[in-house]
């Protein structure tokens, strides 16, 4: 079976390529770890597993065709000597592989995308650490999650606006109304999930789900609508629809497990630790953002010379400042929400 893919896949450098890249995409994995963790030190053992890592990937490239679905990294080449930033920037005796970033308006969008992913996963870990240190930090750090939700929502409909639209899209009736609606629809999703935390105690009415669910699905059918119009209508040759659809995939999983109190409705007692529905949920809501965030990098490096071009510098600022201004209604919200909590449990006493 092999040999006959083999064959019908064509030349001995069509394969000297596949193995090119996964040689290339080791190499990437590499030199990401040493410039991401410059001071650390490696046992043997972890140099043998990498070295298996390696030639374990060497083996898989020479299946037929899954070359074609492993996405297109960046290349090493994507950093610069040390020599070539300033001493700030250095880590000594690490001598290349230093990565320079610069803000331009083009990556503007790009950095609020990130800015609001780190913000929603520490506000996420914050409120299930903390949360029950008492009520009021309860139902504080729970309004600020929901923040997190809100700005996370906007950051991706930034990214998604920018870099991964089609032009026949941006034209459509969704495409003119989508910056606003996304605002609208992420302020909408905080609010709703926070007073369906203040209005109602356990245990909680279906109708607590419900306010939590339809603002938030509604955000994400508008959110994803960019990318998945490029699902439906372009070939996924490209192998940044695959993380796309990938994206999409562990969406639709994490929004399976958040909104069904699985596995442990089956197994009372069983995933009080580990296995709870919620922690599935968070797993794969971090392997969404992560497919989200490396189809994004790829789409932002293939668009970035013409962004300001396309939309105009004035827009991106505008669009940038309009995350703001969600962040701050949706703090407001939270804050106001939280006198709300407070007035009540002082009332309680
Ligand atoms: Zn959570």
Redesign the pocket.
């Known amino acids: 079976m092999y040999e006959k893919s083999f064959d019908s896949e064509g030349s001995d450098s069509e394969m000297s390529n596949k193995l090119n890249s996964i040689e290339r995409f080791s190499q990437w994995c590499r030199s990401s770890f040493f410039s991401y963790f410059p001071s650390f030190t490696m046992s043997t053992g972890v140099l043998s597993r990498l070295s298996t890592l390696t030639l374990s990937l060497q083996q898989l490239g020479q299946l037929p065709h899954l070359s074609n679905w492993l996405p297109r990294l960046p290349s090493p080449q994507a950093t610069v000597r040390a020599s070539e930033v300033p001493s700030l920037f250095r880590e000594p005796y690490i001598m290349t592989g230093t990565s320079r970033l610069t803000l331009t308006v083009a990556s503007l969008p790009l950095f609020l995308y990130v800015l609001s992913s780190l913000t929603y996963l520490s506000f996420?870990v914050a409120a299930?650490l903390l949360q029950s240190h008492s009520e009021l930090t309860h139902y504080s750090l729970f309004f600020l999650d929901y923040v997190g939700v809100a700005v996370y929502q906007y950051g991706c409909s930034l990214g998604h606006y920018f870099y991964c639209s089609e032009p026949e899209w941006r034209r459509s009736l969704v495409g003119a109304l989508f910056l606003p609606g996304a605002a609208m629809l992420a302020w909408l999703s905080c609010t709703s999930c926070c007073y369906a935390k203040f209005r109602y105690r356990r245990p909680y009415p279906l109708r607590r789900k419900i306010y939590q669910i339809i603002p938030t699905s509604l955000a994400y059918l508008l959110d994803i609508s960019p990318v998945a119009h490029r699902l439906v209508t372009k070939s996924w040759d490209d192998p940044v629809l695959v993380c796309h659809a990938l994206q999409v995939a562990f969406f639709m999983l994490a929004a399976l497990f958040f909104s069904c109190p699985v596995p442990e409705r089956f197994f009372p007692g069983r995933c009080d630790i580990i296995g709870h529905g919620?922690q599935i949920f968070?797993i794969f809501l971090a392997m969404c953002t992560m497919c989200q965030l490396q189809a994004m990098f790829q789409d932002f490096a293939e668009h970035q010379e013409s962004v300001v071009e396309v939309h105009g510098k004035h827009f991106i600022y505008l669009a940038a400042g309009s995350f703001f201004l969600l962040v701050l209604g949706s703090v407001l919200t939270a804050v106001l929400m939280r006198g709300a909590v407070q007035r009540l449990l002082r009332k309680n006493d």
């Open positions: 996420s299930h919620h968070h």
